[in-house]
């Protein structure tokens, strides 16, 4: 491990944040010797971020931490283009309207995880939100292309991967795509220009936009600015981070209960479980040793306290106390915590296909049966393997319903 001179250099290397940085030793003493303005940008493509977004929020919450101020650029403007990067087709064209909803829904995200000022306290390293749509949406196409397209050849966009791939494949690029670059480059010289940023940070996969801000920088205005990556997530099983075999892990509480948030980290892999808290949370690193030490049967205290720390962080602490409770009371208690997934079924009851499909289980009922044959289906512990099973709640009771040994709900009337 490379020892920096810098507290920020330090913090994200011992954490396993780093994977590149431009000038290394050129941004070591620069952190050294003043605050450092650094951002991160994120599309509002949906009304929630997910935890594959957690990792470069954390790059953000770290810069903070070692005393720089952390940027949050709101992509109102890349949004309506679209980032080509890991895609294999054209994303949906969002609204004006839609792209408002999702940035307004995504805000209190970032107000968890970062600290913000109010306009009566305002310091150094106070976090900023900004929507790049002030910019782009106001910036004249002839001026794009007369002061910004000569610093981009055509030639070397074509190298990046995010339009190598697609070309590759064979798979349509619109021209439209093929200007998130040249816009991504753009925020970073408004940046600079406007808030004296030095400092881009991003997953691996924004290598090339992150570098092409560093040169139109470099060419326009003659300015140094630097440029830092993190690894991309990945599980020790090989899967992306921020997926589940349902779907994304979203950070908003409206898209994923806090339960089946605190359950998700609760389930890593025994392999990840060091790696994690050491990306994911705030806990000192001797006391992560001493959790990733732990074998056997133990290392399920070490998951407990992973999906502890990153609820409290992303939810707040009593959704994470919640989860908790709820998860010792279905799994040891052999009870239902009031936390879990809740689903009325009426006075005349429901098909049990269709409450597994109704409260979420499952994606249609014709998964729903196979889940059935295959016994994975409980009510109140007892294996029920009839598809046409009707499930009734009587008037002041509530069943549990059990998907294999991780879903559990509860069934009123």
């Not at 074998?295 to 306290?305: F, L, R, T, W």
Request: some cysteine.
């Amino acid at each position: 491990m490379k020892t920096y001179e810098s507290d920020l250099l330090r913090l994200l290397e011992e954490r396993g944040h780093l994977h590149q940085i431009t000038d290394a030793g050129a941004l070591d003493a620069l952190a050294v010797k003043k605050t450092i303005t650094g951002y991160v940008g994120f599309d509002p493509t949906a009304p929630s971020l997910h935890i594959g977004n957690l990792a470069s929020i954390m790059l953000l919450r770290r810069l903070q931490q070692a005393g720089h101020r952390p940027i949050v650029i709101m992509g109102g403007g890349t949004a309506k283009v679209g980032d080509p990067s890991g895609k294999d087709e054209t994303r949906q064209m969002l609204t004006d309207e839609r792209l408002a909803s999702n940035i307004a829904s995504i805000k209190g995200s970032f107000e968890k995880v970062l600290r913000f000022d109010d306009s009566a306290n305002e310091t150094e390293t106070g976090a900023v939100l900004i929507n790049n749509d002030d910019w782009l949406s106001k910036l004249g196409y002839i001026e794009l292309l007369r002061d910004v397209g000569p610093h981009f050849t055509i030639n070397r966009m074509l190298s990046f991967d995010s339009v190598k791939t697609r070309l590759d494949r064979e798979q349509p690029l619109s021209f439209l795509e093929f200007n998130y670059m040249i816009m991504q480059a753009y925020d970073y010289l408004v940046l600079a220009r406007d808030y004296d940023c030095q400092l881009q940070l991003g997953g691996s996969d924004q290598w090339g936009n992150i570098v092409n801000g560093i040169e139109l920088n470099r060419r326009i205005d003659s300015r140094e600015v630097y440029g830092f990556t993190a690894p991309l997530i990945t599980r020790a099983d090989g899967a992306k981070m921020g997926k589940s075999v349902d779907g994304a892990i979203w950070l908003n509480e409206a898209q994923l209960p806090a339960y089946d948030f605190w359950q998700y980290w609760r389930n890593t892999d025994d392999r990840d479980v060091g790696r994690f808290l050491k990306l994911f949370t705030d806990l000192p690193l001797d006391e992560i040793a001493r959790l990733e030490a732990l074998e056997g049967a133990e290392i399920n205290d070490a998951k407990v306290v992973l999906a502890n720390e990153v609820t409290k962080l992303v939810r707040g602490e009593d959704a994470a106390k919640g989860a908790e409770a709820t998860a010792r009371e279905t799994f040891v208690g052999g009870g239902a915590g009031d936390d879990l997934p809740t689903l009325a079924v009426g006075s005349s009851g429901m098909r049990l296909g269709a409450v597994l499909t109704d409260i979420g289980f499952t994606a249609s009922n014709k998964e729903a049966k196979r889940k059935i044959a295959e016994g994975a289906v409980k009510i109140d512990d007892d294996t029920i393997l009839d598809p046409g099973f009707v499930v009734v709640a009587h008037e002041g009771t509530t069943l549990k319903i059990s998907l294999g040994k991780k879903k559990h709900g509860l069934i009123t009337r």
